[in-house]
């Protein structure tokens, strides 16, 4: 038991120096095994991610461009979460979040099909040009972004997908399996795809 906890508190400080540039993370909080931090076309010396304090975190950060901005607040739980992030993620505090959950907060390519008709040929000449990097030379002018605010106290279940420009309420809870494509009202639970309210919670 004591040598896992070891482990554990190894790649918690081995991911921290590596991504020291990077990482903003009060040293309260955990980056549990099985997070990791991806920069798909490199990095800038800028934190990307801010982390406040007494959080357990067990997520994949993806950064498919230089830009994007990841804040968590304090006291959070992520159990197991993929945020893809190009524009902006705010989780605030008290939130909790369990596995298999995914933050989306840009489209990957355009809805026009002339727009988006030359993103596969790009991707194939990129993964054979730069040792297996397909977005390397992207085209993002027709990519619609937007952020996406998860307010304090929230509760999203498992398996829940959150899509660009959502905000989801203080108080909300998402039903496992949803997918979020519109704003949860604070103090109300959804569910579906797409999520619909089905009940107030109200204190």
């Known amino acids: 038991m004591l040598l896992k906890l070891l482990h554990k508190l190894k790649f918690k ?12 993370i009060q040293s309260s ?20 991610i ?7 975190i067990n997520a994949c950060f993806v950064f498919e461009t ?4 990841v ?29 298999g959950i995914t933050l989306y907060d840009h489209n990957s390519h355009s809805i026009y ?8 040929v790009q991707c194939y000449s990129d993964y054979f040009e730069h040792n ?6 992207k085209d993002w002018s027709s990519v619609v972004e937007k952020p996406i605010t998860i307010k304090s106290k929230a509760w999203i279940g498992f398996n829940v997908i959150i899509l660009k420009g ?9 039903g496992a399996g949803s997918i979020v494509t519109q704003d949860v009202p604070d103090w109300s639970v959804a569910a579906g795809n797409p999520a619909r309210v089905v009940k107030s919670v109200k204190e």
């Open 132 to 137: 297996g990097n397909n977005v390397v030379n």
């Open 66 to 69: 230089q830009t994007g901005d």
């Open 113 to 120: 099909w002339s727009k988006r008709q030359n993103d596969n």
């Open 166 to 174: 959502v905000t989801i309420g203080e108080g909300a809870v998402i």
């Open 50 to 56: 801010t982390i406040g304090e007494k959080c357990l």
């Open 13 to 24: 400080k081995q991911l921290r120096k590596k991504f020291s540039d990077q990482l903003s």
């Open 29 to 48: 909080s955990v980056l549990l095994e099985g997070s990791n931090i991806d920069f798909r076309v490199g990095k800038q010396k800028r934190h990307y």
């Open 71 to 99: 804040k968590i607040g304090n006291n959070v739980h992520l159990g197991g979460v993929n945020i893809i992030c190009r524009s902006k993620i705010v989780i605030e505090n008290d939130v909790t979040m369990a596995w």
